[in-house]
């Protein structure tokens, strides 16, 4: 399937419309001392929540996986590349704020 330049256009917009409304990680780590998985935006902030609230994949992965995270997607997306396993920050920043991994 090939792509039309309005597309393309399109798609890049939202991706500048992202950028204006959601600040980007610039950093991730598993702080393996307490079971979390940290993540630093490009405001200064720094989250964090246990593995144990997020998939079954990571809550089961030992820490030598679970430390090989990944930022990727312009910073909106995690990866960790031998688990094969993914998360899309902004969702997951809604979960811990407002969803099923809030307090």
């Given at each position: ?79 960790w590349p ?22």
């Open positions: 399937m090939e792509l039309s330049e309005q597309t393309i256009d399109a798609a890049l917009k939202r991706g500048q419309d992202l950028a204006k409304a959601e600040h980007r990680a610039v950093g991730a780590r598993l702080d393996a001392a307490r079971g979390r998985l940290a993540i630093e935006f490009d405001n200064g902030v720094e989250m964090s929540t246990p593995i144990s609230l997020l998939s079954p994949t990571l809550a089961g992965a030992d820490n030598k996986k679970l430390a090989d995270v990944r930022l990727e997607g312009g910073g909106y997306d995690l990866y031998a688990l094969d396993e993914g998360l899309f920050i902004p969702e997951l920043c809604a979960e811990i704020t407002y969803g099923k991994l809030a307090a």
